[in-house]
């Protein structure tokens, strides 16, 4: 399964991105993409992650603990089918 996690980046700031790739490298959850999109005059106000993980529990609890902001969906994964 692919997880991926939307979050804001007040005032351009990347520190909550370093943060969750942070936190995923500590819980060894493999990043597959990062998108940092300048929406605003050429800074990023959001970035997309897209994570391999069956068990995203453990990164969500830390998130939510370090006060990074975030919305998810799980995506198909390479291999997985859609009717």
């Known amino acids: ?3 991926a ?3 804001a980046l007040p ?3 990347l520190t909550p991105l370093a943060q969750l790739l942070l936190l995923a490298s500590e819980l060894r959850i ?3 993409s ?3 999109a300048p929406l605003e005059a050429g800074i990023p ?3 997309t992650v897209r994570l391999g993980t ?3 529990a453990p990164l969500l609890v830390r998130l939510q603990e370090a006060h990074i902001h975030y919305t998810f969906a799980d995506l198909p ?3 997985d089918s859609h009717v």
Do not use: K, T
């Open 1 to 3: 399964m692919l997880l």
């Open 34 to 36: 990062v998108i940092a």
């Open 45 to 47: 106000l959001a970035a």
């Open 11 to 13: 005032m351009g700031d």
């Open 5 to 7: 996690a939307h979050g």
């Open 30 to 32: 493999q990043v597959r």
């Open 77 to 79: 994964g390479e291999g």
């Open 54 to 56: 069956i068990h995203p």
